[in-house]
């Protein structure tokens, strides 16, 4: 017969999973010789309490009594000769369950063996009988008694019976087959069973359902209803069956196949160890035990070294963890640990390769120089310096450095900080993060291979924070010569020495750099090129490299002078040569395509042939005014783009006293105008000016080219020169330039890039640049064939100013208790 493992629970004790024969009548024996006679379908019956467990009519199991009363109960039954009545308890934490615990509807139910256990227990095997209903409890003590309602099962079969029958004969098979802990012979004697109720029944006391949902199907009589729903059990729980042993299936698949791989990885160990070789994982491991012993680490790289490798012998080579810590040893074991390059300390060859390649920069040139010059003499003596080039982009900045690791015989290694937002990019990730990598200055050392290399880091303006933290303040440990050389990055997690390292790094403002991080660095500015210094560059370098590149070096092709400033004046307006650079590959494209056309072609590129292959200008020449007029004065300006020229106008006109300032001038600039305005109303008896007139006039201040924004307060000597031209109504000396800031008192003050305004007023053709005297220092970043042609004149105050720009009519006498100073002019050097 078949056999089942039950889960039940009587009174307190829960009932262990004890086999039990499923049987019908022939096979069960009770100790009463035959069921009592019914005449009357309400009887009294001795009681048992059931928790977790549901007893059907015809089903057999074990329960395990404990309790007094219970034990009471069924002596009772035996030695009368009686049947029980059980029923399952609604909540089975209740220990001494009253009537309203207790579900109405039970199983009367007979008893066979009846056994003593060793732990004072008494184990009891019960087989339903029938449905009963309890109608009240008679007695409850000292054992309890109930009258009960047997509830006779109605016959005859409906015209889906048998079809249901089969259809959950079909499920009950494929259960049977997933389930482990259904017998093999369950669905045998499913099989064999031809009544309706008690196949419902049989296959409800066989399913892992929930207690109440087999007292539900124990309160329903009618077997067709019953049918229905074990039907609904079936195909819910052999849905869940299926998948779960789908899930099964996937799973044992991924374990035999690691079983196999690890079965075939142990016999491939053992043969390779019989023929004297190692597996793969055994010969990385000696290969990173030889680079321990033969590279010379520092004791504590070397300590954590091998700490991480006996780590790694001692787990299996199939463990995720293999891989994090293969890789960290990577990293830590090929890092430059005292590998070097031999630095050359050739002072004069050095000169020599910068010159070579780059035009001009004279003194980044001569700083380097110094730096190797002090190595040569003192080796051991000096840091490595921390350099930041601060100039507008185009300017040489990042060539020159790797120009720098030339001239020492060093490796260069650039890496980029536009953007990078997160500290973890320079000091790199923890490794419990997973794939953490160290930061961009531990992976550019490896990359590089030596320890002392020239390693620029560009645009450092333009790093960014956010909540992933400051990549800046993370930069301060790297560029503080006395922190850098036990530089600890978070992956590696031991310090590294970058004091040997020479860094040198670029931005276009010093606004965008922290001033912790400025103040770590020696700043060198580089400015914009001179027009002169851009027709070296294009002559030295530029013209050859895309001749080259455009294939036509080996034409006779030949660009004066001419061509390349008008390349330089009239298509670009930069600070570096970039766009110039592209103007002459524009002009080299077109000649490379009459070439390859077989057209004929200019040798000479002149200014025309300049204009002919890249058409229309793009930006006019700064000109000198035609005449001398009144009221407007040429003044001198910086640009991100080199100097240039600004022409101050004034008008007046009848009204009552306004001043009117047009041209997109930004606010310095306006105060400068406002302090124009005051000291020449301050002295206007002095200037012959009649000082009712000032409120009597509107004054109109106008700088052109509005489209351009203007600032700053060089431009006050040229506002209160044209002012002062106004109202004296005396012309102004169109050919020269005037630069310096004013006060209300009439004091000249210094500004600042006087060498691109002298070359800018040199270039549009004027022959005097006046300039402020505290500037003259200013004067030695010109080069004196420069300043061939151009006098310069510095003044002090604005009264220095004016005989030298007022033409006639004369001005007249000065009510001033100081006399007028004839300011010194520095005539131009001889040709």
Not at 158 to 183: C, V
Not at 276 to 284: A, I, K, L, N, T
Not at 610 to 623: I, Q, W
Not at 778 to 800: A, F
């Amino acid at each position: 017969m078949p056999e089942l493992s039950v889960n039940m629970i009587e009174d307190e004790f829960e009932f262990l999973p004890v086999p039990s024969s499923l049987s019908s009548r022939p096979g069960f024996e009770p100790e009463i010789s035959e069921r009592i006679e019914r005449s009357d379908q309400i009887i009294n019956r001795p009681f048992l309490p059931l928790r977790d467990v549901v007893l059907f009519p015809q089903m057999v199991m074990p329960l395990f009594i404990g309790r007094q009363r219970s034990l009471a109960a069924i002596e009772a039954a035996r030695a009368k000769g009686e049947s029980l009545v059980v029923a399952t308890q609604r909540d089975t934490e209740v220990l001494d369950p009253a009537a309203d615990d207790l579900f109405s509807i039970g199983t009367e139910m007979e008893i066979g063996r009846v056994l003593r256990m060793p732990d004072d227990s008494t184990s009891i095997w019960v087989q339903g009988q029938s449905r009963a209903e309890i109608l009240g409890f008679t007695q409850w003590d000292p054992y309890v008694r109930v009258n009960v309602r047997l509830i006779e099962e109605p016959d005859g079969w409906e015209a889906n019976t048998e079809a249901l029958m089969r259809s959950i004969l079909s499920q009950f098979e494929g259960i049977s087959e997933l389930n482990t802990s259904i017998p093999d012979d369950a669905f045998t004697f499913a099989y064999n069973i031809d009544e309706p109720g008690w196949l419902a029944d049989f296959i409800a006391s066989t399913l892992n359902t929930s207690v109440l949902e087999r007292q539900k199907l124990l309160e329903m009589v009618n077997p067709m209803e019953r049918l229905h729903r074990v039907n609904a059990l079936l195909a819910k729980e052999l849905d869940v069956l299926q998948l779960e042993n789908e899930i099964h299936s996937q799973v044992q698949q991924e374990v035999d196949k690691a079983h196999r791989e690890h079965f075939l990885r142990e016999q491939m160990r053992v043969i390779q160890g019989e023929l004297g070789e190692m597996d793969v994982f055994s010969q990385e491991l000696h290969e990173l035990q030889e680079v321990i012993d033969k590279r010379p680490f520092p004791p504590d790289v070397r300590v954590k070294a091998e700490k991480e490798l006996s780590r790694l012998r001692a787990m299996p080579p199939m463990s995720p963890e293999v891989g994090i810590i293969q890789s960290y040893l990577d990293w830590l074991l090929h890092l430059p640990w005292g590998e070097r390059s031999e630095d050359k300390l050739d002072v004069l060859h050095a000169a020599e390769v910068l010159d070579n390649e780059h035009y001009g920069l004279e003194r980044v040139k001569d700083r380097i120089l110094e730096y190797m010059a002090v190595r040569q003499i003192a080796p051991d003596s000096l840091r490595s310096p921390i350099l930041c080039f601060i100039g507008p982009p185009g300017t040489g900045k990042t060539s020159i450095g790797r120009s720098i690791a030339n001239a020492l015989g060093r490796e260069f290694v650039r890496m980029s900080l536009g953007g990078v937002r997160d500290e973890a990019a320079i000091r790199g990730h923890r490794r419990t993060y997973i794939g953490a990598l160290p930061g961009r200055i531990i992976q550019a050392m490896r990359n590089v291979g030596t320890c002392n290399p020239v390693m620029m880091l560009d645009e450092i303006d333009k790093l960014t924070q956010d909540f992933h933290g400051d990549p800046a303040s993370a930069l301060l440990e790297v560029l503080d010569p006395e922190q850098n050389g036990s530089f600890n990055d978070h992956y590696l997690d031991v310090d590294y020495d970058l004091s040997q390292v020479m860094f040198i790094t670029t931005a276009n403002y010093l606004d965008g750099i922290p001033h912790a991080l400025l103040d770590r660095m020696e700043v060198i500015e580089f400015s914009g090129y001179l027009e002169e210094e851009k027709l070296g560059i294009s002559r030295q370098f530029l013209l050859p490299k895309q001749l080259a590149e455009h294939g036509i070096d080996k034409y006779p092709i030949t660009v004066p002078d001419e061509g390349i400033l008008t390349l330089i004046r009239q298509y670009t307006r930069e600070a570096g040569v970039r766009n110039l650079e592209r103007e002459i590959a524009n002009v080299c494209r077109k000649l490379a395509r009459a070439v390859a056309e077989k057209r004929p072609f200019p040798p000479t590129i002149t200014a025309e042939q300049v204009r002919e292959l890249l058409g229309p200008p793009r930006f006019t020449e700064d000109l000198l005014p035609d005449e001398d007029e009144v009221g407007i004065v040429v003044g001198a300006a910086w640009t991100m783009a080199g100097g240039t020229l600004l022409f101050i106008e004034v008008n007046l006109m009848p009204g009552k006293g306004s001043l009117q300032l047009t041209g997109q001038l930004g606010e310095v600039m306006q105060e400068s105008a406002h302090a124009a305005l005051t000291y020449t109303r301050s002295q206007a008896e002095a200037l012959g000016i009649d000082p009712s007139r000032f409120e009597t006039t509107d004054i109109h201040i106008h700088l052109p080219e509005g489209a351009v924004p203007k600032d700053g307060p060089s431009a006050g000597v040229a506002l209160t020169t044209a002012l002062i031209s106004a109202f004296t109504e005396r012309k102004v000396r169109r050919d020269i330039a005037v630069t310096g800031e004013i006060t209300l008192r009439g004091r000249v003050l210094p500004v600042g890039g006087i060498r691109e305004k002298a070359l800018a007023a040199r270039r549009a053709g004027a022959h005097t640049f006046i300039m402020p005297r505290k500037n003259e220092n200013d004067l030695e970043l010109i080069p004196d064939e420069l300043r061939q042609g151009l006098k310069i004149v510095l003044v002090d105050r604005i009264t220095e100013v004016l005989p030298l720009l007022l033409v006639t009519p004369p001005m007249p006498k000065m009510v001033k208790k100081r006399p007028l100073r004839q300011p010194p002019i520095i005539p131009p050097p001889p040709a």
